[in-house]
């Protein structure tokens, strides 16, 4: 195992035992769960802990591995009844890896890892992350089973609480996500030689403003918003161009088609640019006029917010959810009512013309994040 960071441990009483730690998630492409997983594998190993990842695998994968973890692929996590025949093969692989935490991020992989250490001797401690506004039920129910429940916000605790009044406050644990502010520096502006590439690659997205909206090709997270804000500025006559980033995903296409109609039909189609997934977002946060989060529905955090306020750039977002929650505590000027087109529009001129300072974070860091997580595996395993 690799030697414990200084900078985790100086905070962290020396564990008197080195932990094994399963984290079950459904697969490791893209989003806030998979990254928080990779976040909590890179501190454990960090600690001098022994890192295991379940999924179905992805392109972080191999990051994971080179970080230091150890991945096991196994389909826990796809919306299928075959999914249950994996079970026994679960159970299998846990009872070889004789595991102290077993830590599921996700409902299926969850019931799959609730039933699998039954019977399990000794029996591994069982702690769920609840990381988004999941609709209330018995199938959601599973990630308040958990010895400790993980989430993410104020308004996602108020909200589990709120829906499952059996669960007892004491086991839910407020742990923000957060980013690394060496990642996503202050006031950090791409070097020329980037630049370059990046609008040799996407010149349509030279000569204005640029707005991007940083999220998965799904529905919920605004794209049609964006499309509409870029359109009305455009009306107005202010000029600006709109970078989609991440929304090009496998299986999206027919939704792809939805959103390049939408842009045709609102004459845009050489102001707007969508691309899969990338690893330069902070150089393209960085560059960006403006930071779009637009999701129609509340969402438990706001990842990109965090990131792009630590790098100085502004961000305008709907006040609902842990996004408004974000946005009324740091950068309050950012928030308009969720579905204001208007005042939408209203605010996105005014911030591209001046918008308010932006001050350095001083929470929401990654470490916190780490150290907290770690703090209550040791509670367990101690």
């Given at each position: 195992?690799?030697?414990?960071?200084?900078?985790?441990?100086?905070?962290?009483?020396v564990?008197?035992?080195?932990?094994?730690?399963?984290?079950?998630?459904?697969?490791?492409?893209?989003?806030?769960?998979?990254?928080?997983?990779?976040?909590?594998?890179r501190?454990?190993?960090q600690?001098?802990?022994?890192?295991?990842?379940?999924?179905?695998?992805?392109?972080?994968?191999?990051?994971?591995?080179a970080?230091?973890?150890?991945?096991?692929?196994?389909?826990?996590?796809?919306?299928?009844?075959?999914?249950?025949?994996?079970?026994?093969?679960?159970?299998?692989?846990?009872?070889?890896?004789?595991?102290?935490?077993?830590?599921?991020?996700?409902?299926?992989?969850?019931?799959?890892?609730?039933?699998?250490?039954?019977?399990?001797?000794?029996?591994?401690?069982?702690?769920?992350?609840?990381?988004?506004?999941?609709?209330?039920?018995?199938?959601?129910?599973?990630?308040?089973?958990?010895?400790?429940?993980?989430?993410?916000?104020?308004?996602?605790?108020?909200y589990?609480?709120?829906?499952?009044?059996?669960?007892?406050?004491?086991?839910?644990?407020?742990?923000?996500?957060?980013?690394?502010?060496?990642?996503?520096?202050?006031?950090?502006w791409?070097?020329?030689?980037?630049?370059?590439?990046?609008?040799?690659?996407?010149?349509?997205?030279?000569?204005?403003?640029?707005?991007?909206?940083?999220?998965?090709?799904?529905?919920?997270?605004?794209?049609?918003?964006?499309?509409?804000l870029?359109?009305?500025?455009?009306?107005?006559?202010?000029?600006?161009?709109?970078?989609?980033?991440?929304?090009?995903?496998?299986?999206?296409?027919?939704?792809?088609?939805?959103?390049?109609?939408?842009?045709?039909?609102?004459?845009?189609?050489?102001?707007?640019?969508l691309?899969?997934?990338?690893?330069?977002?902070?150089?393209?946060?960085?560059?960006?006029?403006?930071?779009?989060?637009?999701?129609?529905?509340?969402?438990?955090?706001?990842?990109?917010?965090?990131?792009?306020?630590?790098?100085?750039?502004?961000?305008?977002?709907?006040?609902?959810?842990?996004?408004?929650?974000?946005?009324?505590?740091?950068?309050?000027?950012?928030?308009?009512?969720?579905?204001?087109?208007?005042?939408?529009?209203?605010?996105?001129?005014?911030?591209?013309?001046?918008?308010?300072?932006?001050?350095?974070?001083?929470?929401?860091?990654?470490?916190?994040?780490?150290?907290?997580?770690?703090?209550?595996?040791?509670?367990?395993?101690?």
């Amino acid at each position: 195992m690799k030697a414990a960071s200084p900078e985790l441990m100086s905070s962290i009483a020396v564990p008197a035992k080195l932990m094994t730690v399963v984290q079950l998630i459904p697969a490791l492409h893209s989003g806030g769960a998979e990254r928080s997983a990779l976040e909590m594998a890179r501190a454990l190993v960090q600690a001098g802990h022994r890192s295991i990842v379940i999924s179905a695998g992805g392109r972080l994968a191999e990051q994971l591995k080179a970080e230091g973890s150890e991945h096991v692929t196994l389909d826990i996590g796809r919306k299928a009844l075959r999914t249950l025949t994996r079970l026994a093969a679960l159970r299998r692989v846990l009872r070889e890896l004789k595991p102290d935490i077993v830590h599921a991020r996700s409902r299926l992989p969850a019931w799959l890892g609730w039933w699998a250490i039954k019977g399990m001797t000794p029996r591994p401690h069982f702690v769920t992350t609840v990381h988004g506004l999941n609709s209330p039920g018995r199938y959601s129910a599973i990630l308040m089973r958990g010895e400790r429940v993980i989430v993410v916000s104020q308004t996602l605790r108020d909200y589990v609480l709120s829906h499952y009044p059996w669960l007892e406050p004491s086991r839910v644990r407020v742990i923000p996500r957060g980013i690394d502010p060496e990642a996503f520096p202050y006031g950090h502006w791409p070097d020329d030689a980037w630049q370059k590439a990046f609008y040799a690659e996407y010149p349509a997205l030279m000569g204005a403003p640029l707005l991007t909206l940083p999220a998965r090709g799904t529905r919920l997270k605004g794209h049609h918003d964006a499309i509409e804000l870029l359109a009305e500025l455009k009306r107005r006559g202010i000029e600006a161009r709109l970078l989609l980033l991440g929304v090009i995903e496998p299986g999206r296409e027919a939704y792809l088609d939805e959103l390049r109609e939408l842009i045709r039909v609102r004459g845009l189609s050489s102001q707007v640019v969508l691309t899969p997934p990338r690893d330069d977002v902070r150089d393209i946060y960085a560059l960006s006029t403006l930071i779009l989060q637009l999701s129609n529905k509340p969402e438990s955090f706001g990842r990109t917010v965090i990131e792009a306020l630590s790098l100085c750039r502004p961000v305008l977002g709907y006040a609902h959810g842990g996004v408004g929650e974000l946005l009324a505590e740091l950068y309050p000027a950012g928030r308009v009512p969720q579905g204001d087109r208007e005042r939408l529009v209203e605010r996105a001129a005014e911030l591209m013309r001046l918008a308010p300072p932006i001050a350095p974070l001083q929470r929401y860091r990654l470490l916190d994040m780490q150290r907290a997580t770690l703090a209550l595996y040791e509670e367990l395993v101690g």
